[in-house]
Every structure is written in structure tokens, then in C-alpha cells.
């Protein structure tokens, strides 16, 4: 159209002006003014040509942005959700109060489709704010992408200081430790999402832990998630902390005490959560762990949770968290007797109560209750009862629980234990701990400026502290012997002392290094009636270690 008006308008003014001027110019200069009107005519016929070419160009674009309008529109899908208990930044992801955070397309993809000549919306590879990939459909309706988590640790203990110099731990091992090895996949399938998870790595990589999480999960009605499978299960607030997330390398003793129970990483369960920017109310029901109990027992492990968590304050640089949760162990794991000569229908129904000294260098455990439950006297249930508290205000962070413990017994006295713990940051950077509403917890800081040499940027940097205490005898007198006290409990006490230093160079890498001192206080238990209690066999120590950690 633009051409056609040119090239009239300029035939037009060529032949109105052509005469008068070429009159003029016989008149005043003969022939050599009629050669110079020529040569203007003809640089105007040039410029109408350019001005023609330009407006081909520009006619083929227009029709290109006419056909991308009428084509149907791109949707971006959302990330899957991470397997619960994970938390938010669980391999890479970050969830919004309400859901999860939408990815965003890679620059380039509708480019190149439509350099292809595709006029339908193809697959597309799509990235969410935190560095997390998937492959998505046109529509964004199904997608997967690889996930995965490598920790790696290395600690030593010094200053062990046993109480008894014949009897008990009288040093423990410094090493390396493949602490989480994880990788599998999770995904989108229209209202619901899934995610298979394996783990090499253990509380000792000579033994790998196998399945950490295969958990399908309904996503239809916003707020809400329903789950059948595998996971972490979201049971206290330090374990709905993702591990990718935690302040310190490992969680305090008496989180670990708590989800022995029948919670914690590893755990077949089904449930039901309601979440949102200022509550988290949820229930399961879970069975037997995928590590440690066996499928072929007589009578498997089960249980049940409740958990109520709110944003009691919450505003735009500071939050106040607080909540409650129970935790009821229904029927405690029977070994069975599954051999040919069996005379029994099994062992007795029996719990165990131990952990490690926060430190997964060295697989000795210290507070250990010991097998509670005989023949005669078996667990015939238990629960946990959880108290949570959680505060942020700008670039400061706290989190604490209290704990009480009750094993039932056939025939004797309820055991109960106390334990808890507190634990403070302090985010040198200015970062902050932004609370993460599809677990209710909060998640590991994330650098406004990461790592660049060649920016001079250093990333976040967190210094931190904790203190926990647990408390694991019941019922016991010292100097008589347990056989002559049925309903004692000797596991002893602990006291632990973290500090700790967080380098996060940008949101998918980060590095700690953790102190802690330990003080573990255990009578020995004399082995006749009426003996006397000979020593103490607790200690003292210290360690240090350092994790190395990459999650995508």
C-alpha cells in the first residue's frame, strides 16, 4: 500500500512540476539546466525505490505479528512441589504462600519455533527463581525435571573426655561422611504431582539408605495437598525443615528423639495439609520406614500426627510463628518370627530410642533408652507432644521446641522424657529467612548478591547458635540394677552447644562449618539386685566439621 502511494505521489509531483521548470530552466541556462533537472529526477526515483523496498519489509513483518496473535498463547506450568517435609527450596525449588512459583521460559524458545516454522505451541525447557529446570508441555500442564542434593561432610572429635576410663565410649572416630546423596526426579501431571527420590548416602555411607521419597500427591484445590507415598513427614517444626535448609548440619537430638516415634525421613504415610500465608493444619497416618523397619514383621509400625502452625504476626521484615503438634505411636514395630520351626507368633511389640551426638561423623550413639518392651511388659503405644515457636525480624531468625515423650507399657507405668532445644542466626549479609507456607516452616537464605570474583560479590554469609537438651531416664533409682526396677529407663542425658558459620555462595551451593560441645551424662547400671552403682559413664568432647552442599 505504502509503495503504491509513493510511487503516485511522486508521478504526480514529477509531471506538475516538470513543465514550469523546464521552462524556467530553457529560459535561464538552455541545455545545461534541463541535464540538471534530469539528474535530480532520477535521484528521486532512487528514493522512491528505497522507500518501496523498505515498506516489502516492513508489510512481512506486520503480517508476522499477525499470525503470532492469532495463534493460541504460550502458558508457563508450575514447578512440582517438593516432596513434603522437604521444604521450600527442597532441591532447588521456592514455594509462594499459596502454591508454587511459576517458572519462567528460557529466552529463546518461542524464537526458535518460530524460526521453524511451527505454528503450534511446542514443549519447552522453563526455570523457576531458583535455578530449578524441568521440561514442560505447550500447555504446562505436565512437566518433570531432575532433582537432586549431594552433602558432604568431614569432622573430627577432640577434647573426649570419658567419665570412666573402663566402660563406656572412650573416644569417637573423625572421618568423612556422604552424609545425603539424593537424586531422582518430580513432576506435574495436570492437578497432581509426584516425585521418586533415592538416597546413597546414610548417617554412615558404607550402608545406603534407599528410597527417601515416592510420593504422589493432589494439588487440585488451592491450599490444599493430599498425599500417599514416601517422605520426610512434616512432624515438628525442625523436621518440616527441609535438610537443605537447616541452620546446622544436623537436627538437635531431641527433634530426632521425637520423630523415632514413627515419624520422620523415609516413611510411608498418607495425609492431608491446609496452608496458607498465615496457617498449616495437617494429619497422617503412617506406617512402617522404608530403612529400618521390615516389611515381613508380624505386626508393622503405625502411628499418626497432627500438627497446627500459624503466622501469628506477619508483616514485610518480621514474623511471629507458633504451633502445636501430637504424636501418637498406635502400634510399635514386632519383629515377628517368620522362620519354619516357629513357635511363637513373634517378638514383643518394642521401641528404641536413640540418636547420634548431632554429629553424623561417628555412627556411636549416646542417649540410647535401650529395647523398651519385654514379653511380658511390651509398648502397647506411646506419643510426642510438640510446643514450636519460630521469630524473624529483618536479618535475625529464631526457632525452638519442647518435647515430652510418654512409651505406654503392658503392665507398668508410663515412661516419660523431656527434651528441647533453641536455636538463633544472625544473617551478616541482610538476608532474611522467608517462611514457606506449603510446609510451614522456613527456608534457607537465599544471596540478593551471589558469588562473582569477577563482580566483586561474595554471596550470604550467617553465623549461629544452638542449645538442646534431652532427657532419657525414667523411673530408674541409681545403684539398683534395672532387673530389680521393670518400669526404669536409663538412656541418660544430654546436653549440646552448637556454633555455627553459613557461606551461601549463590542459591543452589552452600558451605558449613559447625562447632559443638557435648556433655553426656549416664549412670552405669549395676548388674545384680542390690549392687552398688560403680561409675559414671558419660564424657565430654568436642568436634568440628564442615559440610559441603549443592542442591539442583
Not at 508450575?78 to 512459583?101: D, E, F, I, L, R
Amino acid at each position: 500500500m505504502l509503495k503504491t502511494l509513493l510511487l503516485a505521489t511522486s508521478a504526480s509531483v514529477f509531471t506538475m512540476a516538470a513543465g514550469p521548470v523546464q521552462a524556467k530552466v530553457r529560459h535561464a541556462h538552455g541545455a545545461h539546466g534541463t541535464s540538471s533537472l534530469k539528474a535530480q529526477v532520477q535521484d528521486l526515483t532512487a528514493l522512491v525505490k528505497q522507500l518501496a523496498a523498505k515498506d516489502d519489509a516492513l508489510q512481512a513483518q506486520v503480517q508476522t505479528l499477525q499470525a503470532q496473535a492469532n495463534s493460541p498463547p504460550v502458558q508457563t506450568a508450575a514447578a512440582p512441589p517438593p516432596p513434603y517435609g522437604q521444604g521450600s527450596q527442597a532441591y532447588g525449588q521456592t514455594t509462594q504462600a499459596g502454591g508454587v512459583t511459576p517458572n519462567i521460559s528460557l529466552a529463546g524458545q518461542e524464537g526458535t519455533l518460530a524460526a521453524t516454522g511451527a505454528s503450534k505451541p511446542q514443549p519447552k525447557v522453563a526455570i523457576n527463581d531458583n535455578n530449578h529446570f524441568s521440561l514442560q508441555s505447550a500447555d504446562g500442564r505436565y512437566c518433570i525435571g531432575l532433582i537432586g542434593v549431594l552433602q558432604f561432610d568431614a569432622g573430627g572429635y577432640f577434647g573426649f573426655h570419658p567419665d570412666s576410663r573402663y566402660t563406656g565410649p572412650q573416644n569417637l572416630s573423625t572421618g568423612v561422611n556422604a552424609r545425603r546423596a539424593r537424586i531422582g526426579a518430580s513432576g506435574v501431571a495436570g492437578d497432581f504431582s509426584y516425585t521418586f527420590l533415592y538416597d546413597a548416602g546414610n548417617s554412615q555411607d558404607t550402608t545406603q539408605r534407599g528410597i527417601e521419597a515416592l510420593q504422589l500427591t493432589y494439588n487440585g484445590v488451592k491450599g490444599m495437598a493430599a498425599e500417599i507415598g514416601y517422605s520426610a513427614t512434616p512432624f515438628t517444626l525442625d523436621q518440616a525443615t527441609s535438610s537443605n535448609d537447616l541452620l546446622f548440619l544436623e537436627r538437635s537430638t531431641p527433634t530426632n528423639i521425637a520423630i523415632n516415634f514413627n515419624a520422620g525421613d523415609f516413611r510411608s504415610n498418607a495425609g492431608v495439609r491446609f496452608f496458607g500465608d498465615r496457617y498449616w493444619v495437617g494429619a497422617y497416618v503412617t506406617g512402617p520406614s522404608s530403612s529400618s523397619d521390615s516389611h515381613t514383621q508380624t505386626g508393622e509400625r503405625l502411628g499418626a500426627f497432627q500438627r497446627a502452625a500459624f503466622q501469628v504476626l506477619k508483616g514485610p521484615d518480621y514474623s511471629l510463628h507458633l504451633g502445636v503438634a501430637y504424636d501418637e505411636l498406635i502400634r510399635a514395630p514386632n519383629s515377628g518370627d517368620t522362620t519354619a520351626s516357629a513357635t511363637s507368633n513373634g517378638t514383643p511389640d518394642t521401641l528404641s530410642l536413640s540418636d547420634q551426638p548431632e554429629l553424623r561423623i561417628d555412627p556411636t550413639t549416646l542417649v540410647n533408652s535401650g529395647t523398651i518392651g519385654t514379653a511380658l511388659n511390651p509398648v502397647t503405644g506411646g506419643s510426642v507432644f510438640d510446643v514450636e515457636s519460630a521469630a524473624t525480624f529483618r536479618n535475625f531468625f529464631y526457632q525452638g521446641e519442647y518435647f515430652h515423650y510418654t512409651v505406654d507399657r503392658r503392665g507398668l507405668s508410663d515412661a516419660d522424657f523431656d527434651g528441647g532445644y533453641a536455636q538463633v542466626s544472625w544473617v551478616l549479609t541482610g538476608e532474611n529467612h522467608k517462611y514457606n507456607a506449603p510446609s510451614g516452616s522456613y527456608t534457607r537464605i537465599v544471596p540478593a548478591h551471589p558469588f562473582s570474583v569477577k563482580d566483586g560479590e561474595f554471596g550470604a554469609f550467617e553465623v549461629a547458635a544452638r542449645a538442646s537438651y534431652i532427657d532419657e531416664i525414667a523411673d530408674y533409682t541409681p545403684r539398683l540394677s534395672l532387673a530389680s526396677q521393670p518400669d526404669a529407663i536409663n538412656g541418660g542425658r544430654q546436653a549440646g552447644y552448637t556454633l555455627g558459620v553459613n557461606w551461601y555462595p549463590n542459591s543452589v551451593v552452600r558451605f558449613m562449618l559447625d562447632y559443638n560441645y557435648i556433655d553426656f551424662d549416664k549412670s552405669q547400671t549395676a548388674t545384680a539386685p542390690g549392687a552398688p552403682l560403680r561409675t559414671n559413664i558419660g564424657s565430654r568432647f568436642n568436634a568440628i566439621s564442615l559440610r559441603s552442599q549443592i542442591v539442583f
